[in-house]
């Protein structure tokens, strides 16, 4: 899954994590679209370290991001 965004100052940009970078597994389960993210990123997730598989330019690297509290969304 190619990252398309990553607010400003997030979990994943304070991480090192880049727009265009492909995520392909997340707390060593493979990522194949957003539903296998959230089901990773449960709310019980939150100020824990899980690790982050990516390729970057042919090269796989592994970054730790802290996961972080999701916005509220204003409806």
């Not at 390729?55 to 996961?67: A, D, L, N």
Request: proline fraction near 5%.
């Amino acid at each position: 899954m190619i990252v398309l965004s990553s607010e400003q100052d997030g979990p994943a940009a304070r991480a090192g994590v880049l727009i265009g970078d492909v995520l392909t597994a997340l707390a060593g389960k493979p990522v194949t679209d957003t539903d296998d993210i959230q089901a990773t990123l449960g709310g019980d997730s939150v100020g824990k370290p899980v690790l982050a598989r990516i390729v970057r330019g042919g090269q796989v690297i592994e970054v730790s991001i802290t996961v972080g509290e999701r916005p509220r969304r204003e409806d």
